[in-house]
């Protein structure tokens, strides 16, 4: 700089000169020309901006000599100027790059991550599932599927990593310099890369806040989290977050997982040569790998080994020992990909996106925090393997599916979607779209009785169409008058027709929606009979309005989600709404006791009350029990995937359920459902909008002979006949319980529990408040008449009518 200033210096004086010299004569031959002076030509913009800039620098050295830094400067002068002087620029020199150096560490410091996440660092792209205990279902991604403190590693594996890693780990203040200097030197000797310089805080750093690009400007970031780690964390915490989140090959994150994958044990079983080998790997995870190079992982072992002698950890007898021991291998498939409850979590995985965005999924590092009761999980799953295996090859089905929630607040406590996960990831618990069958049953009638109707309305079983459409009974048989309750009871088919008449086809499928039922249903004759397909989870859930007092809740299995950082993406928050009114629910339940206490859901009986419903599609090609107590309520499904029929009966699905149902309520408290109301001067909730049929044809009750039926005007209406609280008919032609499908005596009840407290895991649910829907009354008047479509044309599959069990 001083040079330059002289040279400008040097040349202005020169040019300044040369502008106040006067212009001398010019010279000619011509003697008798008068002398002349020469233009001022005026100088173009680039010259004025060269003198300017001459002029300036001029000053500007002649300012610095006449300054307060002279007598500083003085010193570097010498004999020669300010500016030639070579002491002076290599001064410059270095003071420009300590300012440099200085701006860019500066600039460096300010793009750095927080490291306070190191706290709460799950990887990018992992999702992890909990049940309701906290227990991990899932992980997907590259998780550590079990993390320890540091307490739980074993002495050994902790000496065999600082040994194999960074000897002066508790010497260094996060980057060791000396360390640096050793391996580089160690690195050329060798000619190859025997060491790494990172420490193990600097590894921590790079896993946690950077990624693996090998540039100088992410060697300088990781120094300085280093450092700042050392500041903000003990050693030991440091040390503990590297033996969990370290890479380790073969899908293993982690000192415990990799012991899994490997050998196949926990890390407090590791022998010293198993340590040694596992802490060998971190520099080059594939290359050391005992499953891919075990003679390169044998060498690499080898050296952790001495290394641990050297820095004292072991006796040289303990080294050639270890040294001389063979490798033995026992792999397994890395924990985090081993599945909790799959058909559970894969359900979980379909509502996600209901719940939290497209973005945040695919970021990743979520925790998903679940209903999941893992007890009752592995009840269900054992019951539907059961059922599967045992009673499948005899009856025709190859499959089955099992949900069961709290009606009280819609929780999700076990799903079955399947038995085998691995051959087929396809729920049939949410995925599987099935005919009902008889179990639809229960939603029409609960639409009547919320109409006004009474359980002991009498109504004529016999040969019945209506507008070309024929229901038949189970065997072709009919029993004549029956009550509401015990059509229900013993699932008669012709009388659950003439009751959808009469309550009307918008009022039902109002209902059933209210109830929990989100698939189409379809408003034709065969609706009562189960034609419409629903999934298992659903009509589990419309049951449990009923297990409610009335009061639906949407099935949930998810509680919270949140995300790497610990904060709550979604928290559920289901409110109770009630859709059906108190009475309606309490004459349902009383008249479902019916059917597992003396109908066709006998199998079902658990020694405690129980109310629930078997339903059976044409040709038996779905077998279902839905059936509840005030604490629980329980479905079951099964079938075959193909459509195929069975040759069983719902009687089995019932007794899946009991199954299921007798080591749950296990220690559970007995409830008895809500006392019955009174039948007399009840008016309805709802309006029934009965369909007019163009024309209804009723016969005899006999079984069918061909015989020419007798044509009614009327679907149903009291007989007159007299009923006692029971349900009991007595018109005199009675009936008995035989040509009805699981009429056979069943295995007896077990006593009835002692009340016992809940075990620890059960807490009794504190009731929500109840969102209440406003119920109309119904009207005295008549409500207008629906008029049923023409040539109404069910199903292809509904005819002929579903067999009722």
């Given at each position: ?7 400008l ?50 000053q ?39 300012c ?7 600039s ?24 309701a ?23 050994n ?17 996060g980057v ?6 050793r ?27 950077l990624?693996q ?78 499953l ?13 080994l ?15 020992t270890?040294?001389a021991?063979?490798l033995?291998?026992?792999?397994s ?36 925090e ?7 999980q592995k ?13 499948g ?68 079983d ?13 065997g072709?048989t ?7 309750r ?45 034609a ?11 049951y449990g ?8 809740v ?23 709404k009630?859709?059906v ?22 199998p ?10 078997t339903g ?6 779905d ?9 629980v ?7 075959n ?21 007798t ?18 001067g ?14 209804e ?8 002979t ?12 009291d ?40 075990p ?25 008449v ?7 044309e ?12």
């Amino acid at each position: 700089m001083a040079k330059f200033i002289s040279r400008l210096r040097g040349f202005s004086a020169k040019f300044n000169n040369a502008e106040s010299a006067e212009p001398g004569p010019i010279a000619s031959n011509d003697q008798s020309q008068p002398k002349k002076r020469r233009k001022k030509v005026p100088k173009s913009p680039g010259k004025r901006l060269k003198s300017n800039v001459k002029q300036l620098s001029t000053q500007a050295v002649a300012r610095v000599e006449r300054s307060r830094l002279a007598p500083i400067l003085r010193p570097f002068r010498g004999p020669k100027p300010l500016h030639q002087n070579r002491l002076f620029w290599l001064g410059l020199g270095l003071t420009s790059g300590i300012c440099a150096l200085g701006i860019g560490w500066w600039s460096l410091e300010s793009t750095l991550p927080d490291t306070g996440s190191i706290f709460t660092f799950v990887r990018d792209g992992t999702l992890t599932i909990k049940a309701a205990d906290g227990t991990i279902l899932q992980q997907s991604g590259p998780a550590t599927r079990e993390k320890l403190t540091i307490r739980q590693f074993p002495k050994n594996t902790v000496e065999a990593f600082i040994a194999a890693e960074d000897r002066r780990f508790y010497k260094h203040k996060g980057v060791d310099y000396q360390g640096i200097v050793r391996a580089a030197l160690s690195n050329v000797v060798s000619g190859d890369l025997v060491q790494g310089g990172s420490t193990i805080t600097q590894q921590v750093a790079r896993i946690v806040f950077l990624n693996q690009e090998r540039s100088i400007t992410r060697k300088l970031k990781e120094a300085m989290l280093a450092r700042e780690l050392e500041r903000q964390m003990p050693k030991e915490q440091i040390l503990e977050r590297y033996l969990n989140l370290v890479y380790l090959g073969s899908g293993a994150y982690g000192v415990a997982d990799a012991a899994w994958v490997y050998f196949s044990k926990p890390v407090d079983k590791l022998t010293l040569p198993e340590t040694a080998m596992i802490a060998g790997l971190p520099p080059a995870p594939s290359v050391y790998s005992p499953l891919v190079n075990p003679d390169s992982a044998v060498k690499r072992r080898n050296v952790v080994l001495q290394r641990m002698f050297d820095t004292g950890y072991i006796s040289k007898a303990e080294m050639e020992t270890a040294i001389a021991a063979p490798l033995q291998l026992k792999p397994s498939t890395p924990k985090r990909l081993v599945i909790e409850a799959p058909y559970f979590t894969s359900y979980i995985q379909q509502e996600l996106p209901k719940y939290v965005s497209p973005e945040a999924l695919e970021l990743g590092g979520l925790t998903v925090e679940t209903t999941l009761n893992r007890q009752w999980q592995k009840t269900a799953e054992k019951a539907i393997k059961d059922a599967v295996e045992l009673d499948g090859s005899a009856e025709g089905f190859s499959q089955a599916a099992l949900v069961s929630l709290d009606p009280r607040n819609g929780e999700v406590k076990a799903l079955v979607g399947g038995n085998g996960y691995g051959k087929s990831q396809f729920n049939r618990a949410t995925q599987a779209q099935r005919q009902p069958g008889s179990t639809f049953k229960t939603l029409v009638y609960t639409s009547a009785i919320a109409a006004g109707f009474s359980p002991t309305d009498g109504y004529l079983d016999a040969q019945y169409t209506v507008d070309g459409y024929k229901p038949q009974n189970y065997g072709k048989t009919y029993r004549g008058w029956v009550s509401m309750r015990d059509a229900l009871t013993y699932s008669v088919n012709v009388v659950a027709v003439k009751v959808l008449i009469d309550v009307g086809f918008d009022p039902v499928v109002k209902m059933a929606k209210d109830m929990g039922i989100r698939s189409k249903l379809m408003p034709t004759y065969s609706l009562a009979l189960g034609a419409s397909e629903v999934n298992l989870l659903e009509l589990t859930s419309a049951y449990g309005t009923l297990a409610a007092q009335g009061n639906a809740v949407t099935p949930h299995g998810i509680t919270r989600i949140l995300n790497r950082q610990g904060q709550v993406l979604y928290s559920a928050d289901f409110k109770p709404k009630r859709v059906v009114d108190k009475g309606t629910a309490s004459i349902l339940t009383w008249m479902l006791e019916g059917v597992v206490q003396s109908g066709t859901g006998r199998p079902a009986q658990v020694g405690r009350p129980v109310a629930g419903k078997t339903g059976t599609s044409e040709e038996a090609r779905d077998l279902w029990f839905i059936g509840y107590i005030p604490q629980v309520v329980t479905g079951v499904w099964l079938g075959n995937d193909n459509n195929d029929p069975t040759w069983g009966t719902s009687g089995t699905a019932a007794h899946t359920w009991r199954e299921f149902m007798t080591k749950v309520v296990q220690g559970m408290p007995v409830q008895k459902f809500p006392e019955l109301p009174s039948f007399e001067g009840r008016k309805g909730s709802i309006k029934a909008k009965p369909v007019t049929p163009k024309r209804e044809l009723s016969g005899s009750t006999a079984p069918e002979t061909g015989a020419a039926n007798s044509e009614s005007s009327g679907g149903g209406y009291d007989s007159g006949s007299s009923y006692d609280s029971g349900g009991g008919y007595d018109s005199g032609g009675g009936y008995d319980s035989g040509g009805y499908e699981d009429s056979a005596p069943s295995e007896p009840a077990p006593e009835p529990a002692a009340e016992e407290a809940p075990p620890s895991d059960y807490a009794p649910v504190e009731e929500a408040p109840v969102e209440e829907a406003p119920i109309e009354e119904a009207p005295a008047e008549e409500a207008p008449v629906e008029e049923a479509p023409a040539e109404p044309e069910p199903p292809a599959d509904s005819e002929p009518a579903p067999p009722a069990f």
